[in-house]
């Protein structure tokens, strides 16, 4: 399709309890990114892939956050002991090109992660 | 570090009342400043890519410009509809690895 599905659209977790968001690129994008955001407006880079492999990974908090693209998979984004400040909006955006082109990042409409 | 500075932060125009966003920029040489719009609970939506000062791009009654500091987004004749936040990124020709670097965002609302 011609839309970056993210899925769920809002997912509750109580603190420490893991997390699981789900991104489709559009079909034949190679380049998908991830990022947070917080409060108003701030947006955090997080990782980002050319088809199943890390092509940027330094924004991410490692130590409970990761990341994956598998072949015929959505990407998924896991966070292992969920904390309160991960409550956030967590958008996925893919593209044909690394960086962005004409077309720029077609973003899609994000996962409401709230932590409890 | 890549920073981005937008003002102003709100701005309330009456439809037709034209006006300009303006984003502010450092950044490590830039490959490419982007705009989106991004309505409430929906994700970003693209505008425009600008590549080099003194470059320039319209959709509707959208025009963004681009100097070697800044960008403007100009708003000509407002409709309702053009209510949104509006976002500029900027993405960096060395050591971003293509990351876009956001501002905080220009929350418009046009009035009827």
């Known amino acids: 399709g011609e839309e970056v599905a993210q899925t769920p659209k809002h997912l509750v977790r109580g603190e420490g309890q893991k997390a699981k968001l789900y991104c489709a690129p559009i079909?034949?994008?190679?380049?998908v990114f991830w990022y947070q955001q917080v409060l108003k407006n701030e947006f955090k880079f997080l990782i980002s892939?050319?088809?199943?492999?890390?092509?940027?990974e330094t924004g991410m908090p490692k130590e409970r956050f990761s990341a994956k693209c598998l072949p015929n998979s959505p990407c998924s984004l896991e966070i292992q002991a969920t904390k309160l400040e991960d409550s956030a909006v967590y958008f996925c955006?893919?593209?044909?090109?690394?960086?962005?082109?004409?077309?720029?990042?077609?973003f899609g409409s994000g996962t409401r992660l709230t932590v409890v | 570090e890549d920073q981005v500075t937008q003002s102003p932060e709100a701005l309330r125009l009456q439809e037709g009342e034209s006006s300009s966003l303006n984003c502010s920029y450092t950044?490590?040489?830039?490959?490419?400043l982007f705009w989106y719009r991004q309505d409430p609970g929906k994700g970003p939506e693209f505008l425009f890519t600008?590549?080099?000062a003194g470059e320039e791009k319209e959709k509707e009654r959208l025009k963004a410009t681009l100097t070697k500091k800044e960008s403007f987004l100009h708003i000509t004749a407002p409709k309702p509809e053009d209510s949104a936040t509006y976002l500029c990124?900027?993405?960096?020709?060395?050591?971003?690895?293509?990351?876009?670097?956001f501002g905080k965002g220009n929350q418009v609302v046009v009035i009827p």
């Open positions: 955006a893919s593209s044909q090109s690394r960086t962005g082109g004409e077309s720029g990042y077609t």
């Open positions: 079909k034949g994008h190679s380049y």
């Open positions: 892939f050319q088809n199943e492999n890390v092509f940027d």
């Open positions: 950044v490590s040489g830039l490959r490419g």
């Open positions: 600008l590549y080099s």
């Open positions: 990124a900027v993405q960096a020709e060395i050591g971003g690895n293509n990351r876009l670097a």
